[in-house]
């Protein structure tokens, strides 16, 4: 459906400043595909360029194989859901809605039942005659969706679609969404700096930093393995640390840790996820102060200090077991949650 093939965007005086940096990206038709990236890395640009509103300075956009470069933004049937999504104040739900409809030529006497219908997907049905001020930040998110669906694109891009609401609602909405696009078959890029929402939303992640993909892959392929220390870092995994391999024991400021049968030996990073940080009684493994404790609903995350020096750590532990702040206990590392970073 959609091939980005080098795209290359820069700003600025003497176009110093590259937005978008040679990005290789394919999204095949009924994907889900949700960029995912800090703040400044690229991810607006991204969508703007698919939708022909960002020229680019290198590389080509295509579209069912179609080279984009001298098609104008109206001709090139995707639908682009801006990060403020924006809504008419002046009209009400069901002008928002047929908006796209009346740009799209879609006759006058077929707009009524298609933004009735729009309405009933995003669970908002009935409520074409209310005021947009009236509605609350989730509403208004869904109707904005529906405005976005409603020409029917074929490439649905959304620019961090959820960003604005608080958790329980954006949570309970990424499900509903999930359904909605299956219901469809819509074909979707989306955008995000939320990493949870990611996630949840996308058959498949890309990564950016600073307009380049640091990494593409399912969901759980990310999660199992990040590509680098700032894919982890930046899914919340801090526990990274450089270690020396030999055979199948890395030697690490934490002591020796298992890598798996194959790694090189060598210099490398090494991640060790939260759930693999066991607990043991102090005097076992490597010796911890506990310096904080977060109940995180599920399991309590922990803040270890090794008592003879080192990073800090981060382990989570089920709330039945999670010691006290300041206590002192021993840490031992499963090999199943050691992960090598190049
Ligand atoms: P994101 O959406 O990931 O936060 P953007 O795509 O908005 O990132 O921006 C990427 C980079 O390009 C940023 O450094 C931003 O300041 C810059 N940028 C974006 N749009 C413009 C513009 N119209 N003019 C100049 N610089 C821009
Ligand atoms: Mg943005």
Redesign the pocket.
Known sequence: MLTLDGAT?R??RDRA?T??DGVDLTVAEHEVVC?L????????????AVAGL?PLDAGRVLLEGRDQGAVPAHRRGVGLMF?DHQLFPQHDVGGNVAFGLRMHGVPRRERPARVARLLELVGLAGAERRAVATLSGGEQQRVALARALAPRPRLLML??PLGQLDRTLRERLVVELRELFAELGTTVLA?T?DQGEAFALADRVVV?RQ?RVAQSGTPLEVWRRPADAFVARFLGFDNVIDATVTGEVADTAWGKLPVPAGTPSGGCRLLVRPAGVRLVPAAAGLACTVTARTFRGSHVALRLAPCDDGPRLDAACALRDAPETGAEVGVVFDGEDVVVLP
């Open positions: 965007v700003f600025g400043h937005a978008l960029v990236g800090p703040s400044g890395s690229g991810k607006s640009t991204l969508l703007r960002q990060q620019d961090e955008v700096h950016m307009g």
